[in-house]
Nanobody, 126 residues
Framework: QVQLVESGGGSVQAGGSLTLSCAAS????????FGWFRQPPGDSRMQVAG???????RYADSASGRFTISRDNEKHTVYLKMNNLKTEDTATYYC????????????????????WGQGTQVTVSL
């Protein structure tokens, strides 16, 4: 079955950096779009970034300029590099697989993501 396993979360001071990884198995990795989402404590889950098969990237306003999504098609892994972290970035971060060959305009359409990882916690403190 499809498995997405996130790693790389942890505690960091404001202004610091973290890189999250999402290892995928049981899926034709090179055919799917992927997204990163986050859910702050007591809040709903929201998308922060998406990446297409052709490496097109899209970001939420809160992530633009600070976060970078990337994928390694050889390692079947999606990454989220987060720089200049802020306390409001504190959340559980989830990786999700989307449609096959999704169009770039669909990358931030949350309805296309249907397979999720278990999440990794990121805590940013002052």
């Amino acid at each position: 079955q499809v498995q997405l396993v996130e790693s790389g979360g942890g505690s960091v001071q404001a202004g610091g950096s973290l890189t999250l990884s999402c290892a995928a198995s049981g899926i034709a990795f090179n055919r799917h779009c992927f997204g990163w989402f986050r859910q702050p404590p007591g809040d709903s889950r929201m998308q922060v970034a998406g990446i297409s098969v052709g490496q097109v990237q899209r970001y939420a306003d809160s992530a633009s300029g600070r976060f970078t999504i990337s994928r390694d098609n050889e390692k079947h892994t999606v990454y989220l590099k987060m720089n200049n972290l802020k306390t409001e970035d504190t959340a559980t971060y989830y990786c999700a697989a989307g449609e096959e060959f999704c169009l770039p305009q669909r990358l931030m359409d949350t309805t296309q993501y249907n397979t999720w990882g278990q999440g990794t916690q990121v805590t940013v403190s002052l």
